[in-house]
């Protein structure tokens, strides 16, 4: 079990890129939800003690890793957002190097990771090759390859997804599936569908705050009847954004269809829809922007 107490990070030039982050992470598959520059990066080097948090506590099981970083690093696999070594030698050599970083000493031992690894990520026919020819998809089934040199109980992977195409965004998430149930994996992204497809607990992280934590099937549950859509014309999207919370506008077949978000039946030919996560997560990032707008009104209030 992974908890975090209370953790900010405030940088140097003043952002607060986390701010009270409380949570409790239980083994399987985590996701942890957010737009861009919400803070998640930053959340992933903290927990993987590639940087100390400005006030907070985290615990791995009985490890303080705040004051035994070497503790935590034994049992973590970390797949950061940009694992930029991608080196002119072969998979094979690359991951039996890391081996030997990781500590690893015995030939045998390495030889018998090593092998079990590219066969696990369906690298085995290209472990000759130089990883620097790799596809984006192919480097990022060697980063989880290397991340799980050692058998680690806590596995980091950031971002992993992104840029990746839809079959082998499918693949690696089949792969992140099947490593197993007795492990903590906490899976940081900003893509609805990578959470929803595989991860019985999330949180969505905001400019640096959790909005919200639970069972992506719970939360759906929570939001029926509350996601309301309209096909409209795109000239009137202004006046509806005024009139409704609009979570999401998508175009379909030429047209514009909205959701909005109201906790009754809006009336005006608008159609009850069964949200889904992304409704759920639009959602919560509109009631994020409704905090800040309301917070900055008080703020220029009281300046005033
Ligand atoms: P995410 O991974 O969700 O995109 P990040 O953790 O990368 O978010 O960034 C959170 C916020 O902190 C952003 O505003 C970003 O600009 C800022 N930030 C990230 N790294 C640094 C840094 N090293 N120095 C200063 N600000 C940073």
């Known amino acids: 079990m992974l908890e975090l107490k209370n953790v900010s990070h405030l940088y140097p030039n003043g952002v607060r890129a986390l701010d ?30 590639l940087q100390t948090p400005t006030s907070g506590k985290i615990h791995f099981d009985d490890i303080d890793i705040l004051a035994e970083p070497e503790a935590l690093r034994r049992r ?28 690893i000493a015995s030939r045998a031992d390495r030889r018998d990771t090593v092998e079990t690894l590219l066969n696990q990520t369906n690298l085995w026919a290209v472990r000759k090759k130089a990883i620097a020819g790799f596809s984006g998809g192919m480097r990022q089934r060697f980063g989880i390859a290397q991340a799980l040199i050692g058998n680690p109980d806590l596995i980091i992977v950031d971002e992993p997804t992104a840029g990746l195409d839809p079959e082998e965004r499918n693949r690696f998430l089949n792969l992140l599936a099947e490593i197993g149930e007795n492990v903590v994996i906490i899976l940081s992204t900003h893509i609805v569908e990578d959470v929803a497809d595989l991860c019985p607990a999330m949180a969505v992280l905001v400019g640096g705050s959790i909005r919200l934590e639970g069972a992506p ?16 014309e795109r000239s009137e999207l202004d006046a509806y954004r005024s009139m409704y919370e609009v979570i999401s506008t998508r175009l379909f077949a030429g047209e514009t269809i909205i959701h909005i978000l109201c906790d009754h039946d809006p009336g005006d030919r608008f159609r009850a829809v069964d949200g889904g996560l992304e409704d759920v997560y639009f959602s919560t990032l509109a009631a994020s922007r409704r905090n800040r707008t309301s917070g900055e009104v008080d703020e220029a209030a009281q300046a005033a």
């Open 20 to 49: 009270d982050v409380s949570l409790s992470i239980s083994k399987g598959m985590f996701g942890l939800l957010g737009p861009n520059g919400a803070g998640k990066s930053t959340l992933m080097r903290t927990v993987a003690t």
């Open 76 to 103: 973590l696999g970390y797949l950061p957002q940009d694992f930029g070594v991608y080196p002119r030698v072969s998979a094979y050599d690359m991951l039996d190097h890391m081996a030997v970083l990781k500590g």
């Open 217 to 232: 099937r719970l939360l759906i549950e929570r939001a029926k009847g509350t996601i309301w859509a309209k096909t409209i």
